[in-house]
């Protein structure tokens, strides 16, 4: 395994892990939402009572628990956690994934070979630059890949069983979990803070090698609805009205240079119509707005409040109403009170021999809604790259380097208690 520090089994795992057809649905009410996912969450409850690890439980909602003992002779030191999810995104099939490795990278573009016509190009991909002479793992091209975030769940996976086999490694108690459901925003739905036990997390969700994150976007779902009068187009002079013209318009108006996610990068907000549920007589069309603070999401959501009454007011006939759910908040309204979940991550990340990176996420993983349940839990990298697409990628160099971070974090909480 050339220069890994701790040899390990992330890449072996992950290799089989997404051969599991785990992506999930917004339209489905069972929880997990796809019955795929609980197929995989139980091999790995199976593969945790296997290594030997502690209090392994699969409870009725599909979660998987489990302890890595302590090792330190410390009694003082906080109980750490360490999460993934297990499902993957409706966006892409998951559905038999071939993955390919391309061994020692040449720094070209990597011709996917189930559609020639699906190129990661290199020059789209500038993250590829740092990972020539490292082995990339893609998928055949017509699938996702997977790699979010079955790329955590094996690096999990793997250092606890590293932690297990070197007991001479001091560390407190640690506790492992892997969830459904998180990208159709469900992951934490049933989550049970206090059964888990520890005093904060991490997720292993994040993308490039070194990152660290620690805010999120707020997120808020919102379905503006247009209603019109659907009659016999032949005689509907005068009286239809045409609920999707009405929408279209709505839509038009919406702002071309800003506000969009195809606009906007680093800290800006925006709006995103994703789905349009279309008929004469009503049409509805659900958007995700984000914005990194409380007030610039309320200021979004006014906006298209009023773009949508106005398209209402040119269109005698017509109504609009609007529903708004919360979806998640920027975590770091939380984690700015537990500086020491940061900080030692932050060391472990060094001590792997990363430069940190401190990035915002423009999204949210489970740890949004669960540092606000009362469990702290930022996001650190797994290695993940162009997710939700079939120009998924990752590399084994940045798995191995997720999997040190993971055990050096535990040593870090050790040593500073």
């Not at 999460?83 to 020692?104: C, F, Q, R, W, Y």
């Amino acid at each position: 395994m050339g220069d890994v520090r701790y040899p390990n089994t992330a890449v072996e795992r992950f290799l089989e892990y997404v051969a599991y057809d785990t992506q999930s649905s917004e339209d489905s009410d069972s929880y997990p939402s796809t019955p795929g996912q609980r197929v995989l969450l139980e091999r790995l409850r199976d593969e945790c009572l296997e290594l030997g690890l502690e209090d392994v439980e699969m409870d009725e909602y599909g979660y998987v628990f489990a302890t890595v003992p302590a090792t330190s002779k410390k009694i003082d030191v906080p109980v750490i956690g360490f999460l993934a999810h297990v499902d993957t995104s409706p966006e892409a099939s998951g559905s038999d994934v071939k993955p390919i490795m391309h061994e020692n990278y040449d720094g070209g573009d990597i011709v996917l070979p189930d559609d020639p016509a699906a190129v990661i190009s290199a020059a789209d991909n500038p993250a590829l630059a740092e990972q020539v002479g490292n082995d990339i793992i893609t998928a055949s091209g017509t699938t996702l890949l997977g790699a979010d975030n079955k790329a955590g769940v094996a690096e999990i996976m793997a250092a606890a069983e590293y932690l297990l086999a070197h007991p001479e490694i001091p560390h407190g108690t640690v506790r492992i979990g892997f969830t459904p459901d998180e990208e159709v925003g469900a992951g934490s739905r049933y989550f049970d803070v206090d059964r888990f036990g520890a005093s904060c997390a991490y997720t292993m969700d994040g993308e490039t090698l070194g990152e660290l994150q620690v805010e999120t976007f707020s997120a808020d779902s919102m379905v503006i609805t247009f209603h019109g009068f659907n009659t016999h187009p032949g005689f509907a002079k005068g009286r239809m009205v045409n609920s999707i013209k009405v929408a279209a318009d709505f839509i038009t108006s919406l702002p071309g240079d800003t506000l969009s996610p195809e606009t906007t990068e680093g800290y800006e907000g925006f709006v995103h119509p994703y789905t349009l549920d279309a008929g004469v007589e009503r049409t509805a069309v659900k958007f995700i707005v984000r914005d990194f603070s409380e007030t610039g999401l309320k200021e979004k959501e006014a906006l298209l409040e009023n773009l949508a009454r106005a398209a209402v007011l040119r269109c005698p006939g017509s109504s609009v109403d609007t529903i708004v759910e919360e979806s998640y908040r920027n975590m770091k309204e939380v984690l700015d009170h537990y500086p020491d979940v940061r900080d030692h991550a932050l060391e472990a990340i060094r001590r792997a021999g990363l430069e940190p990176s401190v990035e915002p996420i423009r999204g949210g993983t489970d740890g949004s809604k669960l540092s606000f349940m009362g469990l702290p839990t930022p996001n650190i990298f797994a290695g993940e790259h162009n997710f939700h697409s079939r120009f998924e990628w990752i590399s084994t160099r940045d798995m191995h380097k997720a999997v040190e971070v993971i055990i050096e974090l535990c040593r870090v909480w050790e040593e500073k208690s």
